[in-house]
């Protein structure tokens, strides 16, 4: 089965923190993705990732940044959290270049910014 | 644009009674149409897909999703519901091969089957 896990499930920080969320696939999967899921809103796209050291804004990358730097991890940085930041981030993968695969999704990490 | 609407925030059922979570799409293109389910403190698990072909698609844990292209709708199904599939649901498309990676999902609904 594929796994992916993330670092904490559950994170609290301050206003003007440097936050970093880990993401780790053990099934060699090329496309990584990070969301923020809230409440009414469903899953929203902050950034995507087809390859080690490439990444593609998605719908909302603002206040965020990622990084690749190995195949099987996928960071999201939250350079300086905000209160509007509070949110539940899901990582995600999928293997190759195929459009009709399936994501696969990490447990989550609920985040809240005080 | 692509985007995915599922009218309803909830959808209430009794145990043994067949369910119906609903979900349009709008999308240019040919429609890549998926289902997920988030069990409590989970996150996402996949369902079942539409990519082309037959228009009742089987999936996991019994449901199925019918495809309708005229009325560019992808409602999940299950005949007999179980307390068990209560759960939060949502339905995703994404274009063909012009809409690159991105996934559009739906706000989700919320599934509550009473035994």
């Known amino acids: 089965d594929v796994k992916v896990t993330q670092s904490s499930r559950y994170l609290v920080k301050r206003t003007g923190e440097k936050v970093f969320l880990e993401c780790v696939q053990d099934m060699d999967h090329e496309n990584m993705f990070w969301y923020r899921q809230d409440p009414g809103l469903g899953l929203r796209l902050i950034y995507f990732?087809?390859?080690?050291?490439?990444?593609e804004k998605g719908d909302i990358p603002e206040g965020y940044s990622v990084s690749r730097e190995k195949k099987e991890r996928f960071s999201l940085i939250l350079e300086s959290a905000s209160t509007n930041q509070t949110s539940m981030y899901l990582c995600?993968?999928?293997?190759?270049?195929?459009?009709?695969?399936?994501?696969?999704f990490g447990p989550g990490t609920r985040l809240t910014v005080l | 644009a692509q985007s995915v609407a599922q009218p309803e925030d909830q959808v209430n059922v009794a145990e043994g009674n067949p369910l119906t979570v609903k979900c349009t799409y709008s999308?240019?293109?040919?429609?890549?149409l998926f289902w997920y389910v988030q069990y409590p403190n989970r996150g996402l698990q996949f369902l079942l897909k539409y990519i082309t072909g037959d228009n009742l698609v089987k999936g996991s844990y019994g449901f199925e999703a019918e495809f309708n292209k005229s009325q560019t709708s992808f409602h999940l199904k299950k005949p007999s519901a179980l307390v068990s599939d209560s759960a939060l649901y949502f339905c995703?498309?994404?274009?063909?091969?012009?809409?690159?990676?991105?996934?559009?999902f739906g706000a989700g609904t919320r599934l509550f089957v009473k035994a």
């Open positions: 995703a498309v994404r274009r063909d091969h012009t809409g690159g990676f991105k996934t559009i």
């Open positions: 990732s087809y390859d080690v050291k490439m990444k």
């Open positions: 995600a993968s999928s293997p190759g270049l195929a459009l009709d695969n399936e994501q696969f």
């Open positions: 999308v240019s293109g040919n429609p890549y």
